[in-house]
């Protein structure tokens, strides 16, 4: 599903006007036809002038790549619809820490995927692939994107990082955990792995495992470092496998049934 399928982001129109207007044939933004909108039980004068405001306006928004003009509009449940048009450009991260205090304790590793490439920044570490030290200048390079996508990262991953290192970003931030939530897929990512057969290569390793692999680190265990990045960076490469399962079980969920069924 793809923005351009999107018209709830305008204000009076909910989920079952979107579902109308898809039913009456309006299924892109270039499908608009004011009076078939009036036309819909639900929309008056007013939406339907803002649905027209809005559609003459999103086309240039999104040729320009601006992901937080749609964002800013969708609903916070509705925010998987900005994966399929921005997946190419998104960067999909996750942070490694000593706890769970972003006041008290420290990001350990950050590993960012991205157009099928991973980079990991890592605490005072070395320039030796396949990592690089975990600095603000390279934080804000390899998350300069204009869609992030984490696993519970509006509550924990982001919050860590402006607190710890000072970073703030204006991209549009699509936490998974929301959209699998709806789909009845709970618990950890982990969890939701396996639940949906996402493999890994590497034995799974807990919270509190990532701590001792780095405390291990710091009395000189280099090899517990290799297995903590490994484990980071896996975890980024799956987010982007999840994402794209979600996102196509939510388009067959909410537009493909919406379209094709009945009001």
């Given at each position: 599903m793809?923005?351009?399928?999107?018209?709830?982001?305008?204000?009076?129109?909910?989920?079952?006007?979107?579902?109308?207007?898809?039913?009456r044939g309006v299924t892109r933004w270039a499908d608009y036809d004011p009076a078939v909108a009036r036309d819909c039980r639900g929309v008056g004068a007013t939406?339907?002038?803002?649905?027209?405001?809005?559609?003459?306006?999103a086309p240039e928004r999104l040729d320009d790549r601006d992901a937080t003009f749609f964002d800013e509009r969708l609903p916070?449940?509705?925010?998987?619809?900005?994966y399929e048009d921005f997946r190419d450009e998104a960067a999909f991260f996750d942070i490694e820490t000593t706890g769970l205090d972003e006041h008290r304790d420290d990001v350990t590793?950050?590993?960012?995927?991205r157009d099928g490439e991973t980079?990991?920044?890592?605490?005072?570490?070395?320039?030796?692939?396949?990592?690089?030290?975990?600095?603000?200048?390279?934080?804000?390079?390899?998350?300069?994107?204009?869609?992030?996508?984490?696993?519970?990262?509006?509550?924990?991953?982001?919050?860590?990082?402006?607190?710890?290192l000072d970073w703030s970003t204006e991209a549009a931030h699509l936490d998974l955990m929301y959209p699998c939530k709806r789909l009845g897929l709970d618990g950890g990512?982990?969890?939701?792995?396996?639940?949906?057969?996402?493999?890994?290569?590497?034995?799974?390793i807990s919270g509190r495992d990532a701590v001792r692999l780095w405390r291990e680190y710091e009395r000189g265990d280099a090899s517990s470092l290799a297995t903590l990045v490994s484990y980071n960076r896996e975890d980024t490469v799956n987010l982007r496998r999840l994402m794209d399962l979600v996102g196509e079980r939510l388009h067959d969920e909410v537009f493909v049934a919406a379209r094709d069924g009945g009001e």
């Open positions: 793809r923005l351009t399928n999107s018209f709830i982001g305008v204000r009076g129109v909910g989920e079952a006007t979107e579902r109308r207007l898809w039913q939406t339907a002038d803002r649905i027209e405001a809005f559609v003459d306006e916070s449940s509705e925010r998987w619809r900005l590793t950050v590993s960012v995927h980079r990991t920044l890592v605490n005072g570490g070395g320039t030796e692939p396949p990592h690089e030290p975990l600095t603000r200048e390279r934080l804000a390079d390899a998350l300069d994107a204009p869609l992030l996508v984490t696993f519970n990262g509006i509550r924990f991953d982001q919050p860590f990082l402006e607190t710890s990512l982990k969890r939701i792995e396996q639940d949906v057969g996402i493999d890994r290569d590497r034995p799974d």
